[in-house]
């Protein structure tokens, strides 16, 4: 079990986890960073460009465990 904190962050922009969050592994910490990138996309789908944000996880040193691009969860133009 490892207790992660879940930052966003965008073009001069960041959003501070200060709980962060208990998760098994690393695949539950990027389904959760997943999860947190689609909410915030999805609110604001069209007002808001997320091109450029990313989803920071770090762990209690503050050292980068995982970096998600909202871009990994933006829908595409086929």
Do not use: N
Request: contains cysteine.
């Amino acid at each position: 079990m490892f207790h992660l904190y879940f930052h966003c962050a965008g073009p001069g922009e960041l959003l501070i986890d200060r709980q962060g969050a208990e998760v098994l592994d690393l695949i539950e910490a990027r389904d959760r960073a997943l999860t947190l990138a689609r909410t915030f996309v999805e609110k604001a789908y069209g007002t808001r460009d997320f091109a450029d944000w990313h989803v920071y996880v770090s762990d209690d040193d503050d050292d980068e465990v995982l970096l998600i691009p909202f871009s990994d969860v933006m829908p595409t133009i086929h």
